[in-house]
């Protein structure tokens, strides 16, 4: 599993299958090899439902971002 926290404040998102993981990894854009956060915006979340991501991890990130305008999100591997 992947856990997703909200870089600014620490605060747990939620988990994620390497799977889902994989769609966001597949779709988003890393700084370098050892970048482990996302910048995530309502936009990016269209985006990825879109192309089909889960709906669970669709879900997660809605709930993450709520109504500000973007979130940096840091993985790590539990």
Same mark, same amino acid.
């Given at each position: 599993?992947?856990?997703? /926290? ?5 605060? =747990?998102?939620?988990? @994620? ?5 994989? @769609? !966001?990894?597949?779709? =988003? ?7 482990? *956060? #996302? #910048? ?7 985006? !990825? ?7 669970? !991890? @669709?879900? !997660? =990130? /809605?709930?993450?971002?709520?109504? /500000? *305008? ?9």
């Amino acid at each position: 599993m992947i856990t997703l /926290r909200d870089k600014d404040n620490g605060q =747990l998102i939620g988990s @994620v299958t390497e799977a889902e993981f994989q @769609v !966001l990894v597949d779709a =988003l854009e890393e700084e370098s090899d050892e970048d482990t *956060d #996302y #910048y995530i915006e309502a936009g990016t979340i269209d985006m !990825l439902e879109d192309d089909g991501a889960p709906e669970s !991890l @669709v879900k !997660l =990130l /809605r709930d993450a971002l709520g109504t /500000r *305008d973007g979130v940096e999100i840091a993985w790590s591997r539990a």
